[in-house]
Protein backbone atom coordinates (compact mmCIF):
# COMPACT_ATOMS: atom_id res chain seq x y z
CA UNK A 1 0.00 0.00 0.00
CA UNK A 2 1.43 3.56 -1.10
CA UNK A 3 2.22 5.89 1.65
CA UNK A 4 0.35 8.90 1.96
CA UNK A 5 1.99 12.30 2.05
CA UNK A 6 0.68 15.15 3.94
CA UNK A 7 -0.14 18.17 1.67
CA UNK A 8 1.82 20.96 1.83
CA UNK A 9 0.87 24.48 1.94
CA UNK A 10 2.73 27.95 1.34
CA UNK A 11 3.95 30.18 4.16
CA UNK A 12 1.23 32.86 3.77
CA UNK A 13 -1.20 29.97 3.39
CA UNK A 14 0.24 28.56 6.93
CA UNK A 15 0.29 32.57 8.37
CA UNK A 16 -3.11 32.94 7.48
CA UNK A 17 -4.31 29.47 9.38
CA UNK A 18 -2.47 30.96 12.35
CA UNK A 19 -4.12 34.63 12.05
CA UNK A 20 -7.69 32.75 11.29
CA UNK A 21 -7.19 30.86 14.91
CA UNK A 22 -5.82 34.25 16.72
CA UNK A 23 -8.69 36.31 15.60
CA UNK A 24 -11.29 34.51 17.01
CA UNK A 25 -9.40 34.19 20.09
CA UNK A 26 -8.06 30.30 19.99
CA UNK A 27 -4.41 31.14 20.86
CA UNK A 28 -2.96 27.84 21.33
CA UNK A 29 -3.98 26.81 18.13
CA UNK A 30 -2.17 29.85 16.37
CA UNK A 31 0.51 29.81 19.11
CA UNK A 32 1.23 25.77 17.38
CA UNK A 33 1.34 27.26 13.78
CA UNK A 34 3.48 30.50 14.21
CA UNK A 35 5.83 27.86 16.64
CA UNK A 36 5.75 25.59 13.37
CA UNK A 37 6.36 28.10 11.13
CA UNK A 38 9.46 29.30 12.92
CA UNK A 39 10.82 26.10 12.70
CA UNK A 40 10.65 25.74 9.35
CA UNK A 41 11.30 29.32 8.26
CA UNK A 42 13.66 30.65 11.52
CA UNK A 43 13.40 34.34 12.30
CA UNK A 44 10.40 34.34 10.14
CA UNK A 45 9.28 38.16 10.83
CA UNK A 46 5.31 38.00 10.76
CA UNK A 47 5.59 34.40 12.68
CA UNK A 48 7.62 36.66 15.32
CA UNK A 49 5.02 39.61 15.62
CA UNK A 50 2.39 37.30 16.42
CA UNK A 51 3.83 35.47 18.87
CA UNK A 52 4.99 38.42 20.77
CA UNK A 53 0.73 39.43 20.39
CA UNK A 54 -0.09 36.06 21.77
CA UNK A 55 2.33 35.93 24.41
CA UNK A 56 0.76 39.83 25.70
CA UNK A 57 -2.51 37.97 25.69
CA UNK A 58 -1.07 35.47 27.68
CA UNK A 59 0.52 37.85 29.57
CA UNK A 60 3.57 37.02 29.61
CA UNK A 61 5.37 40.26 28.35
CA UNK A 62 9.25 39.80 28.91
CA UNK A 63 8.29 36.60 26.36
CA UNK A 64 6.31 39.12 23.99
CA UNK A 65 9.04 42.01 24.32
CA UNK A 66 11.73 39.17 23.31
CA UNK A 67 9.90 38.26 20.09
CA UNK A 68 8.83 41.50 19.49
CA UNK A 69 12.76 42.59 19.50
CA UNK A 70 13.40 39.51 17.70
CA UNK A 71 10.82 40.64 15.05
CA UNK A 72 11.91 44.18 14.76
CA UNK A 73 15.38 42.74 13.62
CA UNK A 74 14.33 40.73 11.35
CA UNK A 75 11.99 42.72 8.92
CA UNK A 76 15.23 45.26 9.41
CA UNK A 77 17.58 42.28 8.08
CA UNK A 78 15.33 41.75 5.14
CA UNK A 79 14.39 45.06 4.20
CA UNK A 80 18.15 45.79 4.23
CA UNK A 81 18.69 42.63 1.28
CA UNK A 82 15.76 43.67 -0.14
CA UNK A 83 14.88 47.56 0.52
CA UNK A 84 12.37 47.72 -2.56
CA UNK A 85 10.02 45.20 -1.01
CA UNK A 86 7.01 47.78 0.04
CA UNK A 87 4.89 45.58 2.63
CA UNK A 88 8.70 44.49 4.74
CA UNK A 89 9.36 48.51 5.11
CA UNK A 90 5.38 49.14 5.73
CA UNK A 91 5.82 46.13 8.45
CA UNK A 92 8.49 47.83 10.34
CA UNK A 93 7.56 51.11 10.27
CA UNK A 94 4.14 50.03 11.74
CA UNK A 95 6.04 47.67 14.50
CA UNK A 96 8.84 50.66 15.09
CA UNK A 97 5.88 53.32 15.85
CA UNK A 98 4.41 50.37 18.29
CA UNK A 99 7.46 49.80 19.89
CA UNK A 100 7.60 53.76 20.35
CA UNK A 101 10.82 54.04 18.32
CA UNK A 102 9.42 57.04 15.98
CA UNK A 103 12.77 58.59 15.10
CA UNK A 104 13.59 55.35 13.63
CA UNK A 105 10.18 54.69 11.79
CA UNK A 106 10.14 58.64 10.51
CA UNK A 107 13.49 57.40 8.89
CA UNK A 108 12.26 55.07 7.02
CA UNK A 109 8.57 56.22 5.90
CA UNK A 110 10.22 58.91 3.89
CA UNK A 111 10.92 56.30 1.52
CA UNK A 112 7.41 54.05 1.73
CA UNK A 113 5.84 54.42 -1.41
CA UNK A 114 2.26 53.55 0.07
CA UNK A 115 -0.45 54.37 -2.36
CA UNK A 116 -3.94 55.89 -1.53
CA UNK A 117 -6.35 53.53 -0.40
CA UNK A 118 -9.90 53.95 -1.55
CA UNK A 119 -12.06 53.21 1.47
CA UNK A 120 -16.20 53.16 0.83
CA UNK A 121 -15.43 52.71 -3.02
CA UNK A 122 -14.13 51.10 -5.17
CA UNK A 123 -11.37 52.21 -6.91
CA UNK A 124 -13.21 53.38 -10.07
CA UNK A 125 -15.64 55.23 -8.38
CA UNK A 126 -12.60 56.86 -5.86
CA UNK A 127 -10.97 58.59 -8.43
CA UNK A 128 -14.59 59.72 -10.08
CA UNK A 129 -15.31 61.13 -7.10
CA UNK A 130 -11.79 62.59 -6.77
CA UNK A 131 -11.71 64.11 -10.30
CA UNK A 132 -15.41 65.45 -10.03
CA UNK A 133 -14.23 66.87 -6.66
CA UNK A 134 -11.09 68.16 -8.25
CA UNK A 135 -13.26 70.12 -10.89
CA UNK A 136 -15.44 71.62 -8.83
CA UNK A 137 -12.04 73.53 -6.90
CA UNK A 138 -12.22 71.34 -3.86
CA UNK A 139 -9.32 71.70 -1.57
CA UNK A 140 -7.76 68.60 0.27
CA UNK A 141 -9.76 68.15 3.42
CA UNK A 142 -8.36 66.73 6.81
CA UNK A 143 -10.41 66.08 9.99
CA UNK A 144 -7.58 65.15 12.45
CA UNK A 145 -9.31 63.76 15.58
CA UNK A 146 -8.84 62.46 18.97
CA UNK A 147 -9.84 58.57 19.21
CA UNK A 148 -13.56 57.90 19.67
CA UNK A 149 -14.98 61.49 19.08
CA UNK A 150 -17.59 60.20 16.50
CA UNK A 151 -15.32 61.59 13.86
CA UNK A 152 -16.03 58.63 11.56
CA UNK A 153 -19.93 59.57 10.84
CA UNK A 154 -18.61 63.34 10.87
CA UNK A 155 -15.95 62.78 8.09
CA UNK A 156 -18.68 60.55 6.22
CA UNK A 157 -21.04 62.82 6.00
CA UNK A 158 -18.57 65.43 4.94
CA UNK A 159 -17.62 63.13 2.38
CA UNK A 160 -20.76 62.63 0.59
CA UNK A 161 -22.76 66.06 1.21
CA UNK A 162 -19.63 67.36 -0.82
CA UNK A 163 -19.06 64.25 -2.85
CA UNK A 164 -15.49 63.93 -2.13
CA UNK A 165 -13.19 61.00 -2.34
CA UNK A 166 -11.80 59.29 1.09
CA UNK A 167 -8.84 57.70 2.02
CA UNK A 168 -6.48 57.78 4.77
CA UNK A 169 -2.77 59.12 4.79
CA UNK A 170 -1.41 57.50 7.96
CA UNK A 171 0.17 54.59 9.38
CA UNK A 172 -0.07 53.09 13.17
CA UNK A 173 -2.35 53.66 15.71
CA UNK A 174 -2.91 56.30 18.27
CA UNK A 175 -0.68 57.89 19.96
CA UNK A 176 2.12 57.39 16.96
CA UNK A 177 -0.13 57.92 14.14
CA UNK A 178 2.01 58.99 11.12
CA UNK A 179 1.71 60.78 8.13
CA UNK A 180 3.20 58.79 4.85
CA UNK A 181 5.06 61.62 2.64
CA UNK A 182 4.26 59.98 -0.29
CA UNK A 183 0.67 59.44 0.09
CA UNK A 184 0.49 63.05 1.18
CA UNK A 185 2.19 63.98 -1.83
CA UNK A 186 -1.04 62.52 -3.91
CA UNK A 187 -3.76 63.88 -1.56
CA UNK A 188 -2.36 67.07 -1.51
CA UNK A 189 -3.75 67.62 -5.33
CA UNK A 190 -7.06 67.71 -4.03
CA UNK A 191 -10.50 66.26 -4.20
CA UNK A 192 -10.09 64.04 -1.14
CA UNK A 193 -11.17 64.87 2.58
CA UNK A 194 -9.25 62.41 4.97
CA UNK A 195 -9.73 61.78 8.76
CA UNK A 196 -6.69 60.89 10.42
CA UNK A 197 -5.61 60.87 14.62
CA UNK A 198 -2.11 61.89 13.35
CA UNK A 199 0.55 63.38 16.19
CA UNK A 200 1.33 66.84 16.76
CA UNK A 201 4.99 66.20 15.80
CA UNK A 202 7.17 68.59 13.73
CA UNK A 203 7.92 65.50 11.22
CA UNK A 204 3.91 64.88 10.85
CA UNK A 205 3.91 68.90 10.41
CA UNK A 206 6.50 69.09 7.83
CA UNK A 207 5.10 66.47 5.65
CA UNK A 208 2.09 68.30 5.61
CA UNK A 209 2.97 71.14 4.32
CA UNK A 210 5.82 70.09 2.14
CA UNK A 211 2.48 68.13 0.59
CA UNK A 212 0.54 71.77 0.06
CA UNK A 213 -1.51 71.35 3.09
CA UNK A 214 -2.59 74.78 4.44
CA UNK A 215 -5.41 73.92 6.54
CA UNK A 216 -6.14 71.37 9.32
CA UNK A 217 -9.52 71.06 11.22
CA UNK A 218 -8.59 69.43 14.38
CA UNK A 219 -11.31 67.53 16.13
CA UNK A 220 -11.49 67.05 19.57
CA UNK A 221 -14.20 65.55 22.40
CA UNK A 222 -13.76 65.89 26.27
CA UNK A 223 -10.46 63.49 26.83
CA UNK A 224 -12.78 62.49 29.75
CA UNK A 225 -15.25 60.76 27.60
CA UNK A 226 -13.06 59.56 24.77
CA UNK A 227 -10.95 58.03 27.82
CA UNK A 228 -14.29 55.92 28.68
CA UNK A 229 -14.87 55.45 25.55
CA UNK A 230 -11.05 53.74 24.29
CA UNK A 231 -11.48 51.79 27.76
CA UNK A 232 -14.85 49.57 25.82
CA UNK A 233 -12.98 50.40 22.45
CA UNK A 234 -9.82 48.83 22.97
CA UNK A 235 -11.12 45.84 25.13
CA UNK A 236 -13.81 44.53 22.73
CA UNK A 237 -11.74 45.45 19.25
CA UNK A 238 -8.02 46.49 19.14
CA UNK A 239 -6.60 43.91 21.54
CA UNK A 240 -8.73 41.39 19.82
CA UNK A 241 -6.94 42.38 16.08
CA UNK A 242 -3.56 41.09 15.04
CA UNK A 243 -1.28 43.56 15.99
CA UNK A 244 -3.03 45.60 18.36
CA UNK A 245 -1.61 43.86 21.47
CA UNK A 246 1.95 45.10 20.24
CA UNK A 247 1.12 48.80 21.20
CA UNK A 248 1.69 48.90 24.18
CA UNK A 249 1.26 52.92 24.81
CA UNK A 250 -2.72 52.36 24.32
CA UNK A 251 -3.23 48.64 24.72
CA UNK A 252 -3.84 46.96 28.24
CA UNK A 253 -1.89 45.01 29.99
CA UNK A 254 -4.24 41.18 29.84
CA UNK A 255 -4.60 41.20 33.82
CA UNK A 256 -6.38 44.47 32.76
CA UNK A 257 -8.26 43.23 29.84
CA UNK A 258 -9.44 40.20 31.92
CA UNK A 259 -10.25 42.51 34.70
CA UNK A 260 -13.47 45.20 35.37
CA UNK A 261 -15.02 47.88 33.52
CA UNK A 262 -13.43 49.88 36.62
CA UNK A 263 -10.07 48.79 36.70
CA UNK A 264 -9.51 48.77 33.14
CA UNK A 265 -10.84 52.32 33.38
CA UNK A 266 -8.11 52.65 36.16
CA UNK A 267 -5.42 51.71 33.68
CA UNK A 268 -6.63 53.65 30.80
CA UNK A 269 -7.09 56.98 33.36
CA UNK A 270 -3.47 56.46 34.30
CA UNK A 271 -1.82 55.46 30.82
CA UNK A 272 -4.24 56.40 27.80
CA UNK A 273 -5.77 59.85 29.38
CA UNK A 274 -2.06 61.75 29.61
CA UNK A 275 -1.43 60.49 26.18
CA UNK A 276 -5.06 62.59 25.19
CA UNK A 277 -3.92 65.64 26.86
CA UNK A 278 -0.73 65.65 25.28
CA UNK A 279 -2.61 65.28 21.57
CA UNK A 280 -4.68 68.45 22.35
CA UNK A 281 -1.98 69.90 24.55
CA UNK A 282 0.20 69.46 21.27
CA UNK A 283 -1.87 70.72 18.02
CA UNK A 284 -2.88 73.79 20.76
CA UNK A 285 0.69 74.75 20.63
CA UNK A 286 1.32 74.42 17.16
CA UNK A 287 -1.88 76.83 16.15
CA UNK A 288 -0.55 79.48 18.88
CA UNK A 289 3.10 79.63 17.01
CA UNK A 290 2.84 82.55 15.41
CA UNK A 291 5.32 80.61 12.78
CA UNK A 292 3.41 78.28 12.41
CA UNK A 293 3.02 76.82 8.51
CA UNK A 294 -0.55 75.47 8.58
CA UNK A 295 -3.70 77.16 9.72
CA UNK A 296 -6.38 75.31 12.51
CA UNK A 297 -9.62 75.03 12.86
CA UNK A 298 -10.66 73.58 16.56
CA UNK A 299 -13.87 71.94 16.29
CA UNK A 300 -15.68 69.75 19.31
CA UNK A 301 -17.82 66.68 19.34
CA UNK A 302 -20.03 68.67 21.70
CA UNK A 303 -20.04 71.65 19.47
CA UNK A 304 -21.18 69.01 16.65
CA UNK A 305 -24.07 67.55 19.11
CA UNK A 306 -25.77 70.66 20.20
CA UNK A 307 -25.05 72.60 16.41
CA UNK A 308 -23.93 70.45 13.92
CA UNK A 309 -25.65 72.57 11.11
CA UNK A 310 -23.06 75.70 12.41
CA UNK A 311 -20.14 72.76 12.79
CA UNK A 312 -20.49 72.18 9.01
CA UNK A 313 -20.82 75.71 8.67
CA UNK A 314 -17.44 76.48 10.06
CA UNK A 315 -15.65 73.64 8.36
CA UNK A 316 -16.57 74.94 4.81
CA UNK A 317 -15.88 78.64 5.66
CA UNK A 318 -12.61 77.55 7.10
CA UNK A 319 -12.07 75.77 3.61
CA UNK A 320 -13.51 78.48 1.90
CA UNK A 321 -15.67 76.01 0.33
CA UNK A 322 -19.17 77.55 -0.93
CA UNK A 323 -22.24 76.30 1.54
CA UNK A 324 -24.18 75.81 -1.85
CA UNK A 325 -22.11 72.90 -2.41
CA UNK A 326 -22.87 70.73 0.55
CA UNK A 327 -26.12 68.55 0.64
CA UNK A 328 -26.67 68.61 3.99
CA UNK A 329 -29.50 66.34 3.46
CA UNK A 330 -26.55 63.67 2.18
CA UNK A 331 -27.06 60.25 4.34
CA UNK A 332 -23.79 58.97 5.76
CA UNK A 333 -23.25 55.49 7.76
CA UNK A 334 -22.71 55.73 11.53
CA UNK A 335 -19.26 54.05 12.37
CA UNK A 336 -18.01 53.49 15.78
CA UNK A 337 -20.78 55.42 18.12
CA UNK A 338 -21.33 53.34 20.94
CA UNK A 339 -23.62 55.65 22.87
CA UNK A 340 -22.40 59.53 21.55
CA UNK A 341 -23.34 60.70 25.24
CA UNK A 342 -21.76 64.23 26.13
CA UNK A 343 -21.42 63.14 29.76
CA UNK A 344 -21.11 59.59 30.37
CA UNK A 345 -18.30 59.24 32.55
CA UNK A 346 -19.86 61.39 35.57
CA UNK A 347 -22.20 58.30 35.57
CA UNK A 348 -19.53 55.86 35.62
CA UNK A 349 -15.98 56.91 36.86
CA UNK A 350 -16.05 56.66 40.80
CA UNK A 351 -15.26 59.79 42.29
CA UNK A 352 -11.51 59.23 42.98
CA UNK A 353 -11.37 58.27 39.05
CA UNK A 354 -13.04 61.48 38.62
CA UNK A 355 -10.60 63.74 40.87
CA UNK A 356 -7.67 62.26 39.16
CA UNK A 357 -8.84 62.48 35.64
CA UNK A 358 -10.03 66.05 36.30
CA UNK A 359 -6.41 66.90 37.80
CA UNK A 360 -4.73 65.46 34.49
CA UNK A 361 -6.87 67.44 32.27
CA UNK A 362 -6.60 70.55 34.00
CA UNK A 363 -8.28 73.55 34.10
CA UNK A 364 -7.18 75.47 31.26
CA UNK A 365 -7.95 72.81 29.27
CA UNK A 366 -11.46 72.54 30.55
CA UNK A 367 -11.50 75.86 29.71
CA UNK A 368 -10.41 76.45 26.41
CA UNK A 369 -12.92 73.76 24.90
CA UNK A 370 -16.08 74.69 27.22
CA UNK A 371 -15.79 71.31 29.56
CA UNK A 372 -16.47 71.70 32.97
CA UNK A 373 -15.01 69.80 35.65
Not at 160 to 165: D, H, I, S, T, V
Not at 284 to 289: G, L, R, S
Amino acid sequence: MAQQTQPTITLEEALHMGYRHHQVGELQQAKHIYERILSAVPQQPAALSMLASVAYLEGDEIQAEAYRDQALKSYSAVLHQQPGQLAIRAALVNQLLAADRVREAQDLIEYLQLPLNPLRAKPEEFQRRREASRKRGLPPIIINTIPKSASESIWNRLAQGLGMAQCHLSIGLFPHCTAVPHRLDEFGQGGIISKEHIAPSPFNVEVLHRAGVRKLVVHLRDPRQTTLSWAHFVRDDISKTLLGPLWRQSCPPAAVLNADLSQQLDWCIDNYLPLAVDFMRGWQEIAADPARPIDILFQTFEGFRTEPDAYFARTLEFYGIDKSLFAEDAEAEVVHLRKGALDEWREVYTGEQQRRANAIVGPDLLDAFGWTA
